[in-house]
T-cell receptor
Framework: AQKVTQAQTEISVVEKEDVTLDCVYETRDTTYYLFWYKQPPSGELVFLIR??????QNEISGRYSWNFQKSTSSFNFTITASQVVDSAVYFCALSEATNAGKSTFGDGTTLTVKP | NAGVTQTPKFQVLKTGQSMTLQCAQD?????MSWYRQDPGMGLRLIHY???????DQGEVPNGYNVSRSTTEDFPLRLLSAAPSQTSVYFC???????????????FGQGTRLTVV
């Protein structure tokens, strides 16, 4: 069975601080996909990134970066120079290789960025 | 291109009533899914479909039925509503990642259901 653990339930930082959200996963599949989603207070789910299990390259997109380490089954997400608009619940998810719709989600990390 | 459309956005049911949550996508996605989100938790998979005419159970299927008669639509039926089904429901759709790279799962806006 697949499992995603986001050990940090809540994180609070002051604006402009860097923050890392942890994600550890378990799967028996050799091929799989990992995702990060953002859920702002308005409630919708916003796709941030998808990473397949063959690609361990780190990725940077503006202030966001992701560190995928297969050896430790982790897919951590870092926000650099955080902003108040980054306040949201962030979910890490794991899916089968062929079906992103059959995903296992972590319980989420609530990030609060204070001005 | 409207993406994934869920209706209604809000619904209050009495225990024992039945209803259907609608989900439609206009992106010709093969895969569609229903999730529920309870307070303080992530999304849990209820049912999913890999194409028209094919459905399967997810993690928490009891009390729910689905069908996929067309590629576009994937309705979720609550057979006899119970207070434990009070939740926010999300529909999602995606292409088959194995065949198409650089795609993502698209989610509807959610349906907030309260069963009293």
């Amino acid at each position: 069975a697949q499992k995603v653990t986001q050990a940090q339930t809540e994180i609070s930082v002051v604006e402009k601080e860097d923050v890392t959200l942890d994600c550890v996963y378990e799967t028996r599949d050799t091929t799989y996909y990992l995702f990060w989603y953002k859920q702002p207070p308005s409630g919708e789910l916003v796709f941030l990134i998808r990473r397949n299990s063959f690609d361990e390259q780190n990725e940077i997109s503006g202030r966001y970066s992701w560190n995928f380490q297969k050896s430790t089954s982790s897919f951590n997400f870092t926000i650099t120079a955080s902003q108040v608009v980054d306040s949201a619940v962030y979910f890490c998810a794991l899916s089968e290789a062929t079906n992103a719709g059959k995903s296992t989600f972590g319980d989420g990390t609530t990030l609060t960025v204070k001005p | 291109n409207a993406g994934v459309t869920q209706t209604p956005k809000f619904q209050v049911l009495k225990t024992g009533q039945s209803m259907t949550l609608q989900c439609a996508q206009d992106m010709n996605h093969e895969y569609m899914s229903w999730y529920r989100q309870d307070p303080g938790m992530g999304l849990r998979l209820i049912h999913y479909s890999v194409g028209a005419g094919i459905t399967d159970q997810g993690e928490v299927p009891n009390g729910y039925n689905v069908s996929r008669s067309t590629t576009e639509d994937f309705p979720l039926r609550l057979l006899s509503a119970a207070p434990s089904q009070t939740s926010v429901y999300f529909c999602a759709s995606s292409y088959n990642f194995w065949l198409r790279d650089n795609t993502e799962a698209f989610f509807g806006q959610g349906t907030r259901l309260t069963v009293v």
